[in-house]
């Protein structure tokens, strides 16, 4: 079962612009983590941010995670066209002992130059 | 440094076939290890995964199977493939004891026909 949802399922940006993708969850959870897929490829792990974390940046990338809301945002700063991928968010809930990940559906951003 | 190593990256298989896809891990000790499935455009769904020797479990009932005959490798079998086998493969490896990055492989591409 897929725990995390992304919002929204697509995004056209152009070069420079900022993009901002919503990831939302329904259960307790240990951490959240960001990862990216370019199309026919595996997905490369972006940012992991626990849950007593708020905010967490790496390079152009920023992520928020509100656990009273049961949501993380992932933000992409001066985007550019090799930013071109699906996101997805992935949660370790606290239910699961041995730490698997549930992903959501993804998110697919297209950054035109 | 550590690598992860997928193979095939394509497959075309009749129905009824049998089915072996390998995954092998570089630079690491006693991982975890995990066979996810993706269908287009959606999320990534957990099939197997294993923190040791033997160790498997299984997340979704099936036609697959997955053994694990050496700590870094991990291989996916069917003794007879569906049509709804179809799909995209990836394999992912995390330190042991979970609760970490995962890292993938880059995917087998499953066509049954």
């Known amino acids: 079962s897929q725990q995390g949802e992304e919002d929204p399922q697509a995004l056209s940006i152009q070069e420079g612009e900022n993009a901002t993708m919503n990831c939302s969850y329904k259960?307790?959870?240990?951490?959240l983590q960001w990862y990216r897929q370019n199309s026919g490829r595996g997905l490369v792990h972006l940012i992991l941010?626990?849950?007593?974390?708020r905010e967490k940046h790496s390079g152009r990338l920023r992520v928020t995670l509100d656990t009273s809301k049961k949501s993380s945002s992932l933000l992409i700063t001066a985007s550019r066209a090799a930013d071109t991928a699906s996101y997805f968010c992935?949660?370790?809930?606290?239910?699961?002992?041995?730490?698997?990940?549930?992903f959501g559906a993804g998110t697919q951003v297209v950054v035109t130059p | 440094s550590q690598t992860i190593h997928q193979w095939p990256a394509t497959l075309v298989q009749p129905v009824g076939s049998p089915l072996s896809l390998e995954c092998t891990v570089e630079g690491t000790s006693n991982p975890n290890l995990y066979w996810y499935r993706q269908a287009a455009g959606r999320g990534l769904q957990l099939l197997f995964y294993s923190v040791g020797i033997g160790q498997i479990s299984s997340e979704v009932p099936q036609n697959l199977s997955a053994s694990r005959p050496q700590d870094r490798q991990f291989i996916l079998s069917s003794k007879k493939l569906l049509l709804s086998d179809s799909g995209f493969y990836l394999c992912?490896?995390?330190?042991?004891?979970?609760?970490?990055?995962?890292?993938f492989g880059d995917g087998t591409r499953l066509s049954i026909l």
């Open positions: 992935a949660t370790d809930a606290i239910s699961d002992s041995w730490g698997k990940l549930q």
């Open positions: 941010i626990r849950s007593n974390e």
């Open positions: 259960t307790s959870i240990n951490n």
């Open positions: 992912a490896w995390s330190a042991r004891g979970g609760r970490q990055p995962q890292h």
